[in-house]
């Protein structure tokens, strides 16, 4: 039977209370009692429970969390890893930091089920190095929660151990990616690993891991407490749940909203207050700048993982960045590139050199000095790096220019006509 009501809010639900941080108020709002039930049970109850609930990655990429589970091996011949990627660096995504900083007993409570069901006694929660407020916040849970037997040695009694410990990353945005990110774990410099081995195969230290992200596992407890059949209740039938919807940009009222999966544009807008000084949208993003934008055209596709691929985009971080109609969308698309040329771990060189010519090209077209032609050749670069590079940055990188001129090839037409116009040589008088 459920506990919690079937709508949203449910992720977000104790944010506004008073000192919502502190162990005090998440005991009293429910909180470590689904950890009770799950050391009650079985590890393969828990994974069957969490692959019913149709929990997908809020990561990304929404892979099924209670099959990744399951990937784990059963034995414990070498130690098993849990890693929660706090690294949050998409463009315009905001969800993890606020969930860490407003309420991060629930990520540990997440984190103690998970290992729970995947036989791990040591997890790691690695976050981004810039935000030390988070850090210390996340540092200040786990002792709290070690001091009330929710870590540690025998957890409520149950023979489980685990511990937490919190990491912080340098801040390179490739640490996101789940195999830089071990790298960078064990003391190396962060770039991603081949795939396959898988991380439950050889993770951490060559050891079984699961590396998940924050929203997802501090979704557990409340499956564990509502159950998979009530979770099921929210979102669409292939992507069921609540999710953080973090929006930005030209609307009134930027900020997080919990909202069901499947939920769209323009239902978000009349949430976060409709557009800013009423000013026409003119585009936006379903999922932060690696996910190809949207338009105007776009305000009703739902929001989950199947609708935003239908649409010609893909979820992603479910960071939806709005912009109006005084936005240049050649400008904003080089903004982009110059991150991810930037950010590029350098490990491929499809990536490497790609973004390097993106932003070039970019750059002299914003600048005034580009031609028609580069139009074609920057679709030509991209071609060379999507699907050809060795991580997920290489494919994110070109999303913005490929839609960007999907939608608006007109308007990077202008501009190189402008440039055109600028340097046409005038006519001698009286030549013939
Ligand atoms: P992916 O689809 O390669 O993998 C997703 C997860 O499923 C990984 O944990 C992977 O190990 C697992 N997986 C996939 N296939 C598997 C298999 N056959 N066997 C076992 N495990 C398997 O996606 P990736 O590269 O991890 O993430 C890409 C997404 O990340 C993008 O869609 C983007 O939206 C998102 N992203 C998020 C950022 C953030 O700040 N949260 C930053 C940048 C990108
Ligand atoms: Fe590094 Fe980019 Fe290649 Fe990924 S795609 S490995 S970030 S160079």
């Not at 900020?255 to 323009?266: F, N």
């Amino acid at each position: 039977m459920s506990t919690v009501d079937p709508v949203t809010p449910v992720l977000t639900k104790r944010w506004l209370s008073p000192r919502s941080w502190s162990i005090q108020t998440y005991e009293q709002l429910e909180g470590y009692t689904a950890v009770r039930k799950a050391l009650a049970a079985t590890p393969e109850q828990i994974v069957q429970v969490v692959k019913d609930s149709g929990l997908r990655g809020r990561g990304g990429a929404g892979f099924p969390s209670g099959l990744k589970w399951s990937f784990m091996p059963p034995n414990e011949d070498k130690p098993h890893y849990l890693v929660i990627n706090a690294d949050e660096g998409e463009p315009g995504t905001c969800k993890d930091i606020p969930l860490m900083m407003a309420d991060p007993h629930s990520l540990i409570e997440g984190c103690i089920i998970a290992s729970y069901a995947m036989r791990s006694h040591h997890c790691f929660i690695y976050v981004r190095g810039e935000v030390i407020h988070c850090i210390r916040r996340l540092n200040q849970a786990v002792a709290e929660a070690k001091a009330a037997g929710y870590l540690g040695k025998d957890i409520l009694g149950s023979g489980f151990d685990l511990e937490i410990t919190v990491h912080a990353g340098a801040g390179a945005y490739i640490c996101g990616e789940e195999t830089a990110l071990l790298d960078s774990l064990e003391g190396r410099r962060g770039q991603p690993r081949l795939k396959p081995p898988f991380p439950a195969a050889a993770g951490l230290y060559a050891a079984p891991t699961t590396v998940n992200n924050v929203e997802t596992i501090a979704s557990v407890p409340f499956i564990i407490n509502g159950g998979a059949e009530w979770f099921r209740k929210m979102g669409t039938e292939k992507s069921p749940g609540p999710k953080i919807y973090s929006i930005s940009g030209h609307v009134e009222k930027p900020g997080q909203y919990e909202a069901p999966l499947g939920t769209t544009l323009r239902q978000l807008l009349d949430m976060a207050g409709g557009m800013k000084d009423g000013i026409p949208l003119k585009f936006w993003t379903p999922g932060g700048s690696s996910t190809p934008m949207f338009t105007a055209e776009h305000l009703d596709v739902p929001l989950d993982f199947e609708g935003a691929v239908e649409a010609g985009s893909i979820l992603g971080t479910t960071a939806v960045m709005v912009f109006n109609e005084t936005v240049s969308v050649p400008w904003a698309v080089m903004k982009w590139t110059q991150f991810y040329k930037h950010e590029s771990c350098g490990k491929c060189t499809p990536c490497r050199e790609g973004t390097y010519w993106l932003t070039q090209i970019l750059e002299r077209m914003v600048d005034g000095n580009g031609t028609e032609e580069d139009i074609d050749t920057l679709l030509d670069v991209c071609d060379n790096v999507l699907g050809r590079s060795f991580c997920a940055l290489g494919d994110g990188a070109v999303s913005p220019i490929q839609s960007g001129i999907k939608y608006f090839r007109d308007e990077f037409l202008a501009l190189c006509q402008k440039n055109r116009e600028k340097n046409r040589k005038p006519a001698l008088a009286g030549a013939n």
